[in-house]
């Protein structure tokens, strides 16, 4: 064959050449991290340890390695850790990305004491802020020690020519001056919504407080924030959660605005967390995902695939709705949002496009009501539905079994029994406390358990969170051997409430949570070894490193050096 003949063959030898080189064994292109002190959990809930891990270009685990394994030859690039902690990122299994960023943003007055205290950063912000309405966010009057609601008239005597709109701690009232009411066209004729109440004085007048469904007849007058403040609030948000060590949330109550700020942050290259999103209501799930959830989208980033529903209000607000009278208001039960008729209909509406639900049920009577919705539902829609019920902070103790029965997730705030405590023991007295924060009952009884911190209501910090499940105590170690010990968990079931079980919560278990082949090598790289730290020790865990897809998204700053968000 002449050299004229071997050409085209020569040159085809070569391409196959060069294809071959692109196409090298993925272990060619594997990122390595070396030397760690690694732990996750597995899928059955035992810890296992490792000093190496490997992934891929994409962001999947390859292999975790032990010290007697051999590494390859030639990865694409390498870290030497040096011996530090390495867990899978935290997932928060019910939180408000939007609602963190936005506070953000806003006065905060969750630190303050007293109202004269609230009221000094109420005018302070005014002055400062020439904005048309003082927007805020954080005020509790149970740590005030007020014995009521705050009123327009308090408001009124440091800001009277602009309008102020402060949300309460919770979420579930908010308090106004009188210039927002009469913006609002707020007046003594205005009657409560369903679902909502309105403060008032002893003449009937609206006294400055709304809670849950009624804070709406206010809220309509704030004008809507634009898409720039919405990337603001997100980029916020994110920032935060990355820092605690959060690579994943669940966010209940997605509306369309805010699933539209979730692309154009990811179109832009700038969604670095992963988002379980949960539509606030069904007419949002429809509106974003049309027939049924949306598939994930921006490599495991974002997906929507359940509806949020409530049931109820909260605790601290009197709006959780009781199945008796509240210890501390006789008269009152609180506010069932939905009659069982409306809430079974939309249940129905979003399970038959396949969508998860989530009701958010804090009362003994909002859980009778949500439980029993799904049971009768449960009949005509089978398959792996992952029924959730939100917080479940109230149940009769005759209800615990029917969790478990009817495979329904308790997605649960540790955070929240230490915060609330006191309060719960005056809103419901000593007899009714047995269901109270129940997390080792739910467990006991067949129930999946998922743990989140139901930020921004309180801190997302999952080390907090974590700290208090195996011990029911706070910050200060009180009460002594912990509140109802009964219900703690384990520090390793704390521990999978906050990454594996949250995965599940959100049919995510096959994705993220854990460190394994074929998961997404999402990590932290952390300050202490979480399993073996005093429960304060743990509470002030540092969080050095967070990597999301095998790319470090987040580092924290050292001295004279500047805090680095990307690899």
């Known amino acids: 064959m002449t050299i004229a003949l071997l050409r085209p063959f020569r040159a085809l030898a070569n391409l196959l050449a060069l294809v071959a080189i692109l196409l090298a064994p993925a272990a060619q292109a594997d990122a390595l991290i070396d030397n760690v002190n690694g732990m996750t959990l597995d899928e059955k809930g035992q810890v296992v340890r490792f000093n190496g891990i490997l992934f891929t270009r994409d962001g999947l685990v390859t292999q975790l390695l032990q010290r007697t394994d051999k590494r390859p030859k030639n990865p694409e690039w390498r870290i030497d850790m040096q011996g530090k902690v390495m867990l899978p990122g935290m997932i928060d299994a019910h939180g408000h990305v939007m609602g963190l960023g936005f506070q953000a943003l806003r006065l905060d007055l969750s630190q303050t004491r007293s109202l004269d205290e609230a009221l000094a950063k109420v005018a302070a912000y005014a002055e400062a802020n020439p904005a048309k309405w003082i927007l805020g966010y954080g005020w509790n009057q149970e740590r005030w020690g007020l014995g009521g609601f705050p009123t327009a008239a308090d408001l009124d005597k440091v800001v009277a020519d602009r309008p102020v709109w402060l949300e309460r701690v919770d979420g579930h009232a908010s308090w106004a001056n009188s210039r927002a009411m009469q913006l609002a066209g707020v007046t003594a004729a205005s009657k409560d919504p369903t679902g909502g109440r309105i403060e008032r004085d002893a003449k009937g007048n609206p006294s400055g407080v709304f809670v849950d469904a009624a804070a709406n007849l206010v809220q309509k007058a704030v004008p809507n924030p634009t898409p720039r403040e919405y990337n603001a609030a997100f980029l916020a948000s994110q920032d935060l959660l990355l820092s605690m060590g959060v690579t994943a949330s669940a966010d209940m109550g997605t509306s369309v605005e805010d699933w539209l700020t979730y692309r154009r942050m990811a179109d832009l290259g700038f969604l670095h967390m992963r988002i379980m999103s949960y539509a606030g209501g069904v007419d949002a799930a429809l509106a974003v995902a049309g027939q049924g959830p949306t598939p994930w989208l921006y490599g495991d980033r974002l997906r929507m695939g359940g509806i949020k529903l409530y049931s109820d209000g909260a605790l601290g607000s009197r709006g959780a709705w009781l199945k008796a009278d509240y210890a501390d208001a006789p008269g009152q039960k609180g506010l069932g949002f939905l009659s069982d008729d409306q809430l079974l209909n939309l249940i129905s509406r979003g399970a038959m496009d396949d969508f998860q639900i989530a009701i958010h049920a804090i009362g003994d009577r909002a859980n009778n009501q949500a439980l029993n919705a799904i049971e009768v539902l449960s009949e005509n ?88 499940a195996f011990t029911r105590q706070d910050a200060d170690l009180q009460p002594f051997g912990g509140w109802r010990p009964e219900e703690l968990v384990t520090r390793e079931e704390a521990w999978a409430g906050f990454s594996i079980w949250a995965a599940y919560a959100g049919f995510a278990e096959n994705k993220f949570g854990r460190l394994a082949p074929g998961m997404r090598a999402d990590f932290i790289i952390l300050d202490r070894d979480p399993l073996l730290a005093s429960a304060t020790e743990l509470r002030g865990t540092q969080v050095l490193e967070t990597w999301v897809g095998g790319e470090r998204v987040w580092q924290r700053k050292t001295a004279g050096a500047p805090e680095k968000k990307n690899r």
């Open 381 to 468: 829609f089978k398959g792996d539905r992952r029924w959730r019920i939100e917080h479940a902070q109230v149940v009769d103790p005759a209800d615990l079994p029917r969790f478990g029965k009817l495979g329904v997730i308790a997605s649960m705030q540790p955070v929240h029994q230490t915060s609330d405590r006191a309060m719960a023991e005056a809103r419901l007295g000593p007899d009714r406390l047995a269901g109270a924060y129940a997390w080792r009952s739910m467990l006991r009884n067949g129930a999946k358990l998922a743990f989140g911190s139901d930020y921004p209501v309180e801190s997302p910090n999952p080390f907090v969170g974590w700290a208090v």
